[in-house]
């Protein structure tokens, strides 16, 4: 749980305490930098279904969802 923790700051680049997509994308970018922007959409769209709350971020609670 620490490790997915530290995962997670090192995304959120802002500190808020979500991600956003903006975010998502950066961090997508840096690991795949092949990843093209339809395959980014599609993952982004995916991870929609992970925002319980439906606001368009995602929580670290989210992320953890998103991660299993």
């Given at each position: 749980?620490?490790?997915?923790?530290?995962?997670?700051?090192?995304?959120?680049?802002?500190?808020?305490?979500y991600l956003d997509e903006e975010e998502i994308?950066?961090?997508?970018?840096?690991?795949?930098?092949?990843?093209?922007?339809?395959?980014?959409?599609?993952?982004?769209?995916?991870?929609?279904?992970?925002?319980?709350?439906?606001?368009?971020?995602v929580t670290f609670d989210e992320f953890k969802?998103?991660?299993?």
């Amino acid at each position: 749980n620490e490790s997915m923790r530290n995962t997670f700051d090192s995304i959120d680049l802002d500190a808020s305490g979500y991600l956003d997509e903006e975010e998502i994308n950066l961090a997508v970018r840096k690991i795949r930098p092949e990843i093209t922007d339809k395959q980014i959409e599609q993952m982004l769209i995916s991870a929609k279904n992970f925002d319980k709350n439906s606001d368009g971020l995602v929580t670290f609670d989210e992320f953890k969802d998103l991660m299993h």
